[in-house]
């Protein structure tokens, strides 16, 4: 009886989402959000890669955001054209645009638009605006002058990339580094810089990234030349690792701090986040050298 019940409510539901994926406005949620995300998708792929391309991925960014700003502004009767021609295909329901749209599947809950004013402007306006939204906010001017600046920095291919002027306003961005003086100094000595590195010392060329730079000039002692120059080689190379790291804590603590240790004070919680965050590292700390490191903290009543 029991089994009989649960094949029942499993039917129920099956006819349930059948019923709503047989409906218009599913339809259109399909296809809207396959046009979004077909717009994004080379932004995703060159976001994901290893050996990212700082300036490409910038590129690809102004571009996804200039496809969806075209998307809502001249593509909405293409879409609604797409939408209609499957529907019809398939014997789906098509509403009339300029009745009012009915909420749910009860015939009495009608709110005070249309349909049409409801998938235009409440789900075609909203869902590319909440998209640029993302696009602006994950890469707002700050971020995207620091990624411009570090790839301007980057000596890949013997500095193919290097633009001073994105590399002071990255430098800009460090008043307690680079006073005024400071950024005067910076400027002279970047133009010194890249034609040293570039033509006079091959140590510089065939270069894999920040990381190589910073090891050659030291190497060569023109850290101690153009310190200035040094100094942001060495910033550049603490951004990814700080903002990875910022990233890290945040998608942890929704594991950690949940409803069942919502009380934490903030030391056991960053403490928690450590151990949690650096799991590797910890696996390599046996349990007698934290049992024997808690035992000599203080007098304990008993032995472990």
């Known amino acids: 009886m029991k089994h009989e019940c649960l094949y029942h409510l499993d039917r129920f539901a099956a006819q349930n989402l059948l019923s709503m994926i047989q409906e218009f406005a599913f339809v259109f949620m399909l296809n809207l959000m396959f046009k979004v995300l077909l717009l994004t998708n080379e932004l995703n792929k ?40 499957f529907c019809s295909k398939h014997e789906i329901a098509i509403p009339n645009m300029d009745e009012d749209y009915v909420i749910g599947k009860s015939k009495r809950k009608r709110s005070e638009v249309s349909y049409l004013h409801h998938f235009r402007v409440e789900v075609f306006y909203a869902v590319i605006d909440l998209e640029l939204q993302e696009l602006n906010s994950r890469f707002d001017v700050v971020t995207s002058d620091l ?40 400027d002279f000595q970047l133009d010194t810089f890249i034609v040293y590195a570039q033509k006079c010392d091959s140590k510089f060329l065939n270069l894999k990234g920040i990381k190589d730079l910073a090891r050659v000039m030291v190497e060569t002692k023109v850290d101690q030349t153009w310190t200035h120059v040094y100094l942001l080689v060495k910033l550049t190379l603490i951004i990814p690792v700080a903002t990875a790291s910022v990233e890290r804590a945040f998608s942890s603590m929704k594991y950690i701090k949940n409803d069942l240790r919502n009380r ?38 008993g032995q472990l």
């Open 46 to 85: 060159v976001l994901q890669k290893k050996d990212q391309d700082i300036v490409s991925a910038m590129g690809m960014l102004d571009l996804a955001k200039k496809r969806l700003q075209k998307m809502r502004e001249e593509e909405w009767d293409s879409l609604m054209e797409e939408v209609c021609s």
């Open 147 to 186: 990624l411009l600046g570090m790839a301007s920095l980057s000596p890949v291919d013997s500095f193919a990339n290097f633009d001073k002027n994105k590399i002071m306003k990255l430098a800009k961005y460090y008043p307690s580094e680079f006073d005024e003086n400071k950024l005067r100094e910076l």
């Open 264 to 301: 934490m004070d903030e030391d056991f919680l960053n403490n928690y986040l450590v151990c949690y965050i650096e799991r590797g590292i910890f696996k390599t700390v046996s349990n007698d050298a934290i049992i024997n490191r808690f035992q000599s903290m203080k007098t304990r009543r």
